[in-house]
Structures are given as structure tokens and as C-alpha cells.
């Protein structure tokens, strides 16, 4: 299988602020990543796909990078919304494998 | 607009079988464009994917769960199923239904619905 790791895990910063989180995998994925937001009690909603993709619907300050094995959300103005769990995917190849999640928090 | 709502039982006894179903509104999962599957996350942790399925009936299942997994489609009805045999505490959790563009991520998703596994 292949690991998906985050880092942080947890992250704190202010409205405005600009945040990167990154996601490593333990083999190459290509450009096969996916990030998505989760909120408490709610499903993921996804994000970017394909490593830099930008789904349809989500603000522009919303942007992804990377390929390989190493990739990056960034979230250039942090808003009130954005506070949530953000989690990676790779879909190169099965099993379908998540990070374990980046808690972005309200400092 | 697409929906889907995942539908069962809320509380199942150890060593029975887990059994939830996906219907699907505003698309077809007959459509050769898609595949749909199902994610778990159990409370305060992470995502898993459990399987998904093809309209073809091609189905591919994570292997930390293939011995006691099985999903299915009832085209008639725009569903598909997800049956887990041989429940234990560990697979208490809340169970996605979502699709997935033909290689690519999952786009529409579930509300989610929670399965505890307890006597």
C-alpha cells in the first residue's frame, strides 16, 4: 500500500494568514493527489484534484502543487471557513490510501 | 444536482453482517463515466477506502478488508450496496457513499451515516 503522510498535523494561524500543508507518499503517485476539507459532522468536500486542479466551486485562494512523492495545499488568505481538517488521497493506484489529517486551527 | 444518501441500520450485533445502501439522485451510476464506492472514518479518525464498483459490476476492495466485503449495484433501483460480514467494535464508524470520475478523485459524497457495532 501506499503511506500518505501530512505535516503538521495540527496547525494554527490567523485570518489573513497564508498556511501550507504538505503531504508526502512513500512511493511516486505521479500527479494522482487529491485534498479535501472536512468540517465536524459533515463529509469531505474535495478541493483540488489531480495535484493542482481546482474543483469547481472552491475559492481561488484555494491551490495545489507538486508530484511525485511530495505535494502542497495552500491557502493564500485564510478566512473563517477555511478552520477545518484537511486530508490528502492518492488514487495512483489501489488501494485508494488518505493521509491522516491536518486540524487547522483558529489561533 | 447529484445526491446520495446512504441508508441502514445504525447499530449491529458483533460477528453479524454490516449492510448499507447508497441511492443515488440527479445521475445514473449505470453511466460508464463513473465508478462508486465507499469510505469509512471511524470517530475522531481518519478516512478509509473500503471499495468501489463499476457499472460493469468490476469491483475492487481495499485488502485489509477484501475477505469480508462485498458491494453490489441494483441499476433498476440507482443503488448500490456495501455488505460487511463478521463485524467487530473496530468497525464501528461513520460510512461514506461517494463517486468517483472514471480515475479520478471522489467528487460528490454522502451524508455520511454512522454504524456502531455493539452488543
Known amino acids: 500500500d501506499i503511506q500518505m503522510t501530512q505535516s503538521p498535523s495540527t496547525l494554527s494561524a490567523s485570518v489573513r494568514d497564508r498556511v501550507t500543508i504538505t503531504c508526502r507518499a512513500s512511493q511516486s503517485i505521479s500527479r494522482w493527489l487529491a485534498w479535501y476539507q472536512q468540517k465536524p459532522g459533515k463529509a469531505p468536500k474535495l478541493l483540488i484534484y489531480?495535484?493542482?486542479s481546482l474543483e469547481s466551486g472552491v475559492p481561488s485562494r484555494f491551490s495545489g502543487s507538486g508530484s511525485g512523492t511530495e505535494f502542497t495545499l495552500a491557502i493564500s488568505s485564510l478566512q473563517p471557513d477555511d478552520f477545518a481538517t484537511y486530508y490528502c488521497q492518492q488514487y495512483n493506484s489501489y488501494p485508494y490510501t488518505f493521509g491522516q489529517g491536518t486540524k487547522l486551527e483558529i489561533k | 444536482q447529484l445526491q446520495l444518501q446512504e441508508s441502514g441500520p445504525g447499530l449491529v450485533k458483533p460477528s453479524e453482517t454490516l449492510s448499507l445502501t447508497c441511492t443515488v439522485s440527479?445521475?445514473?451510476?449505470?453511466?460508464?463515466?463513473?465508478?462508486w464506492g465507499w469510505i469509512r472514518q471511524p470517530p475522531g479518525k481518519g478516512l478509509e477506502w473500503i471499495g468501489s464498483i463499476f457499472y460493469t459490476g468490476s469491483t475492487f476492495y481495499n485488502p485489509s478488508l477484501k475477505s469480508r466485503v462485498t458491494i453490489s449495484e441494483d441499476t433498476s433501483k440507482n443503488q448500490f450496496s456495501l455488505k460487511l460480514t463478521s463485524v467487530t467494535a473496530a468497525d464501528t464508524a461513520v460510512y461514506y457513499c461517494a463517486r468517483l470520475p472514471a480515475e479520478d478523485s471522489f467528487d460528490y459524497w454522502g451524508q455520511g451515516t454512522l454504524v456502531t457495532v455493539s452488543s
Open positions: 489531480k495535484a493542482s
Open positions: 440527479g445521475g445514473s451510476i449505470s453511466s460508464s463515466s463513473y465508478y
